[in-house]
């Protein structure tokens, strides 16, 4: 009865995958197509897998430079996301006082504002510093991401017993050094963890790069995406090598940290 009931499973998994993949086979194939070939079969494998739709989407999107700038933005927010977080966190953690649990709180109810409340004020507020670039966008990605992982580290830091800070003290360590030494190491599952939930937001986000962002060549991929689409709305073979292209990044950064992400996610979830 078991080993029936493992086959359904099977199965069901097996039909579940390929409906997840069907919207990836049906952009990769088409891809290769010609608008006419599209417009008469779309499920088909295409009659020659030519490149020239690649080429042609990969000039239009002006594709190093966007992925140059998605990666900078991404790579430098959330690296200044994991530094600040960790380190709030961490004083918040050991600092039991009035004065901590409320700036805690205060960061944790951060989390339920939306960000359409804000959005306007913010920009208004940037362009009078003229910050409406790509330094600006940093700024804005560290103070909205900060919350849930301060929220995250903070929960794993009190896993983390006392009794390593005092240690470390005793040996001579001042309290940075007990930081990066002996505490941030300790946290690296939930590191990882915080660097995915925040990598797949950044890289993906598209509202708030619209409204900051407004100098020509400093569009991200997503960005760069829309303005392609609205230009090529009716040619569906560049508007899908174009989507393939952007995609290829985000499945060649899983392929080589999948390990990691794995691992984060199931540490992160027993501690």
Same mark, same amino acid.
């Given at each position: 009865m078991k080993k029936k009931w493992d086959i359904k499973l099977e199965v069901f998994g097996g039909l579940l995958a390929l409906l997840w993949l069907a919207p990836f086979y049906l952009m990769f194939v088409n891809?290769?197509?010609?608008?006419?070939?599209?417009?008469?079969?779309?499920?088909?494998?295409?009659?020659?897998?030519?490149? *020239?739709?690649?080429?042609?989407?990969? $000039?239009e999107l002006d594709f190093m430079r966007t992925l140059f700038n998605s990666l900078l933005i991404t790579v430098v927010s959330v690296v200044l996301i994991i530094v600040f977080s960790a380190m709030a966190a961490y004083a918040l953690s050991r600092a039991k006082s009035r004065l901590s649990t409320v700036l805690f709180f205060t960061f944790v109810a951060?989390?339920?504002?939306?960000?359409?409340?804000?959005?306007? @004020?913010? =920009?208004? %507020?940037? /362009?009078?510093? $003229?910050?409406?670039?790509?330094?600006?966008?940093?700024?804005?990605?560290?103070?909205?991401?900060?919350?849930?992982?301060?929220?995250?580290?903070?929960?794993?830091?009190?896993?983390? @017993?006392?009794?390593? *800070? $005092?240690?470390?003290? !005793?040996? /001579?360590?001042?309290r940075w050094q007990v930081f990066w030494h002996i505490i941030f190491p300790i946290?690296?599952?939930?590191?990882?963890? %915080?660097? +995915?939930?925040?990598? !797949?937001? +950044?890289?993906?986000?598209?509202?708030?790069?619209s409204l900051v962002i407004n100098t020509p060549g400093s569009e991200t991929i997503p960005l760069k995406m829309f303005f392609f689409f609205g230009e090529y709305t009716k040619q569906w073979h560049l508007a899908l090598a174009g989507l393939t292209l952007? !995609?290829? @990044?985000?499945?060649?950064?899983y392929f080589?940290?999948?390990?990691?992400?794995?691992?984060? =996610?199931? *540490?992160?979830a027993v501690k």
């Open positions: 891809s290769f197509k010609s608008k006419k070939e599209i417009f008469m079969d779309t499920i088909s494998l295409p009659e020659q897998w030519s490149f *020239d739709n690649y080429i042609t989407a990969f $000039e951060a989390m339920l504002i939306p960000f359409q409340s804000v959005m306007i @004020p913010l =920009v208004t %507020v940037f /362009g009078q510093f $003229e910050m409406l670039n790509r330094g600006g966008l940093i700024f804005m990605y560290l103070g909205f991401g900060a919350s849930l992982s301060i929220f995250l580290y903070h929960g794993a830091l009190n896993n983390v @017993p006392r009794s390593l *800070d $005092e240690a470390a003290t !005793i040996d /001579g360590a001042n946290l690296k599952p939930i590191t990882v963890t %915080v660097a +995915i939930l925040n990598i !797949i937001w +950044i890289w993906n986000d598209y509202l708030l790069p952007a !995609i290829v @990044p985000v499945i060649i950064f080589f940290a999948q390990r990691e992400i794995i691992k984060g =996610v199931s *540490d992160g």
